[in-house]
């Protein structure tokens, strides 16, 4: 997973744009935006972060790449949640 910040993504207009440019680059790549976190996170299929970063600069956004940190899954007891004994 490839993940940008991209402060200047305001709108739902943005979302789209950034998507098509993206998808214009990796046609079978997936696609997640947050748009309240100004974070477009991409699984490419094809393409690198270099061609991602440049497909959603040349759609007028500026990207940063950001590290991904996965999220751990607590590890599971008994209990229905993993928080109980």
């Known amino acids: 997973?490839?993940?940008?910040e991209v402060k200047d993504m305001t709108c739902g207009h943005c979302v789209g744009t950034i998507t098509k440019a993206l998808k214009a680059t990796?046609?079978?790549?997936?696609v997640d935006i947050d748009l309240a976190r100004h974070l477009v996170?991409?699984?490419?299929?094809?393409?690198?972060a270099n061609e991602l970063r440049?497909?959603?600069a040349e759609a007028g956004?500026?990207?940063?790449?950001?590290k991904v940190v996965a999220l751990?899954?607590?590890a599971k007891s008994g209990s229905c949640c993993g928080h109980c004994g």
């Not at 997973?1 to 940008?4: D, E, R, T, V, W």
């Not at 990796?26 to 997936?30: L, T």
């Not at 996170?41 to 690198?48: G, H, L, R, T």
């Open 1 to 4: 997973m490839i993940a940008f």
């Open 26 to 30: 990796d046609k079978d790549a997936r």
């Open 41 to 48: 996170m991409v699984e490419p299929k094809e393409a690198d």
């Open 54 to 56: 440049e497909a959603i």
């Open 61 to 66: 956004y500026t990207p940063v790449e950001k």
């Open 72 to 74: 751990e899954t607590p």
